[in-house]
């Protein structure tokens, strides 16, 4: 009983020394790959990169715990940080305190339907994405991920546009306006490290590597090179104004944002009175006060742009300190420091005395000191609602993801393995996650094959990685400091190369051109509604059970007759003669309402079409389940066969089947000597009766008999 409801109990058993320090091995290894992973996911889901530290903190310890699997590696995926990014990006501006807020309380949200699903036993729920959705969406997210890193790369800066395509082009318009060289080339040797290391030896953590090289080169040549100046060191009256304008622009959003909700809060209250006449002044209110805000937005939208695409030459003083002209504006006698700068422009107004000049590459900056404090996040019912689908299609996928790498190791190890149970240790992840600070969470298949690689013998290698991300937060964030934020972007795209898979769609096609088509559907609908996610996994989602039903409803109907190999076969598929007086209908799926009428269907036209006709035997070996509807069909098709002077038959019917013909007594009425255990018997059953008034000697049925008699 403790081992169910402790899982972790049943490591200890037989473990020694030697498994401790495998387990210490692995354990640091992982964490050597997860901490510089886990901030470039963190960003991906609009965090601050340390964000993605906390996540690394209690989900990798307590999913372990009380996972099945004991070589899972927890932690930021790069999937579920898309899906966080995307599930948020409506409800506020990412990194800000809101933004953060509402990712720790996504991470709940998700672990408590994680953990209700695991103790309900519901893993199988999981089951609804179907492979070929999930293939078509996790290329489509690769695709997405990579390119949302291309800004960072570029050392460019763009608002989000409402499609994720539009983004890019943006991106790309504004890196052919203006590449930071040096931001760039980081990012290019990140690759190159990661890379070259991967492929001379996979035990290497590249990765690391690759944070440790760059973060050194960042360092020592002052990658970064911002500074902050009053707006009277810009000699540009244009510059002036657009940050004039875009300043007014963004403060005359908040307190019509305010205003807004005040009329929403009184068209409740107006509603509550059933007041009409207020509601409809209300509603109208409100639409003024949102064409206000939207022509202030892009308003604000434009003048943001135009500072981003502004360059600027700085030239030192007298004094040491620089003033800036626009770039080949310098006036005569004047150089420049030979750097290009910018302005730094976000969302919030501009502050005029202590504006932010950028000289040289982004890095991760200040990363806090210490642990998390740990707490239940804030409830807010309204918010949760909304993230209500997100959370439930966060915690299948990111299940999915989960098991799929747990069974993948399971086969190799030979560990048996309860997807139940590790649908309670994700779920107790994401919730302990959440009161840590953490973002959602799920298996990742890297750092789990390198725990695999590693030789862990059990869970506590898990625990080992969550003590060094401990150790981390606490001694070592200021090392951090000067990660270039080009190498974070270089680090996810190396890491999304792996989801790519353009042979499932491939191999979907050959399976069934229909998981095919689902598949690129899939695909298609993820890139062209990115960043709104599920609506792309919805469509695959419907188009699969759309498949499902209508294979349901109209299941497979073969008819039978003997091949050159003495077997029965389908007619149509192999072209083979039937016989005039007897058919041999097959029906392969369950009778239930709402394919029973395609039965009768198929069996009226036989009746209609064959002349002659004096016997109908329906192959049931593939009906294994029966409702009443299914029975009653066949209850008026044996009326409706004989009035036409034609008996029928059945052959091979299940126990559960048979069951229910008994319940129903629908044995008395097709008659016990009409039901046959199998097809050979049936048919040397009814061929004599069914042949009475033509003996022919070259029936295809009639191979079985003469056997028989032989």
């Known amino acids: 009983m403790l081992a169910k409801v402790f899982p972790f109990m049943a490591w200890f058993k037989h473990y020694d020394k030697a498994s401790l320090q495998l387990d210490a091995l692995s354990g640091l290894t992982v964490a050597l790959v997860l901490i510089p992973q886990s901030m470039a996911y963190a960003q991906l889901a609009g965090l601050p990169a340390y964000y993605g530290l906390y996540a690394s903190f209690l989900p990798p310890m307590v999913a372990a715990l009380f996972g099945s699997s004991r070589q899972l590696a927890t932690g930021p995926v790069a999937v579920v940080s898309l899906m966080t990014a995307a599930s948020l990006a409506p409800l506020a501006t990412a990194g800000s305190p809101g933004y953060i807020a509402y990712a720790i309380l996504l991470a709940l949200m998700v672990g408590i339907f994680q953990l209700t699903l695991g103790i309900l036993r519901l893993g199988l729920v999981v089951n609804f994405l179907s492979h070929p959705v999930v293939n078509g969406f996790t290329n489509a997210a690769a695709i997405i991920i990579a390119s949302s890193q291309l800004s960072k790369m570029f050392g460019v800066y763009v608002d989000t546009a409402p499609h994720h395509y539009e983004t890019i082009i943006h991106v790309v318009k504004a890196a052919t306006h203006y590449t930071h060289w040096p931001t760039l080339l980081m990012g290019i040797f990140a690759f190159a490290v990661m890379y070259g290391l991967k492929w001379l030896s996979p035990r290497i953590p590249n990765v690391l590597v690759a944070v440790v090289i760059t973060t050194s080169i960042s360092w020592a040549t002052g990658f970064q090179h911002d500074q902050n100046v009053g707006i009277e060191a810009i000699e540009s009256p244009a510059v002036h104004t657009l940050i004039e304008q875009f300043n007014m622009a963004s403060a005359a959003v908040p307190p019509l944002a ?48 135009q500072i981003r695409a502004t360059l600027l030459d700085g030239v030192p003083q007298a004094d040491g300190a620089l003033h800036f002209y626009p770039k080949d504006e310098t006036p005569p006698g004047m150089e420049s420091d030979g750097r290009t700068w910018r302005i730094k422009v976000g969302n919030e107004p501009l502050d005029t005395d202590n504006l932010k000049m950028m000289g040289g590459g982004a890095v991760v900056g200040v990363i806090p000191k210490g642990l998390p404090s740990l707490d239940i996040p804030p409830i807010d019912l309204g918010v949760m609602l909304h993230l209500l689908p997100f959370a439930a299609i966060i915690s299948l996928l990111g299940f999915m993801e989960a098991i799929s790498i747990a069974k993948a190791m399971a086969g190799k190890t030979g560990q ?15 919730i302990c996650g959440a009161i840590g600070k953490s973002y959602p969470t799920s298996g990742s298949f890297s750092r789990s094959a390198v725990n695999l690689q590693a030789r862990a013998v059990t869970g506590l290698s898990s625990v080992f990685t969550s003590l060094a991300v401990v150790i981390v937060l606490l001694f070592f964030t200021p090392l951090l400091y000067h990660l270039p934020q080009s190498v974070l972007a270089a680090v996810i795209m190396m890491a999304v190369i792996g989801l790519l898979n353009v042979s499932g769609f491939i191999h979907a096609w050959k399976a069934k051109w229909y998981d095919g088509a689902i598949s690129i559907i899939s695909f298609v609908a993820t890139m062209v509604f990115a960043p709104h996610l599920d609506k792309g996994i919805m469509i695959g989602v419907v188009l699969s059970l759309m498949v499902f039903l209508y294979k349901s409803m109209r299941p497979k109907v073969a008819f039978l007759s003997r091949s050159e190999d003495e077997e029965l076969r389908c007619v149509a598929t192999h072209g083979l003669q039937e016989c005039p007086y007897v058919t041999l209908v097959r029906f392969d799926g369950p009778l239930f309402f709402a394919n029973a009428s395609y039965l009768e269907d198929t069996i009226t036209e036989i009746i209609r079409s064959k002349q002659g006709l004096n016997h109908i035997l329906v192959v049931a070996n593939g009906i294994n389940d029966i409702d009443s509807s299914g029975e009653e069909t066949l209850s008026l098709l044996v009326d409706r066969v004989r009035s036409n002077g034609i008996d029928i038959s059945m052959s091979g019917v299940n126990e559960s089947v048979l069951e229910v013909f008994d319940r129903t007594h629908f044995l008395a009425k097709i008659g016990e000597d009409h039901l046959f255990p199998t097809l050979e018997k049936a048919i040397i059953g009814i061929h004599e009766s069914a042949h009475a008034h033509d003996q022919e000697a070259d029936c295809p049925l009639l191979t079985a008999c003469r056997l028989v008699e032989a």
Do not use: T
């Open 416 to 430: 048996r393995l309860d997807p139940n149970q590790e649908l309670i240790g994700q779920g107790l992840g994401n």
């Open 258 to 305: 305010e205003e807004r909700a005040r009329l929403g809060e009184a068209s409740s209250n107006a509603k509550e009175r059933h007041d009409d006449i207020s509601i409809l002044d209300i509603e109208h209110m409100v639409e003024v006060v949102n064409l206000k805000i939207s022509r202030l937005q892009a308003e604000a939208h434009d003048c943001r742009e």
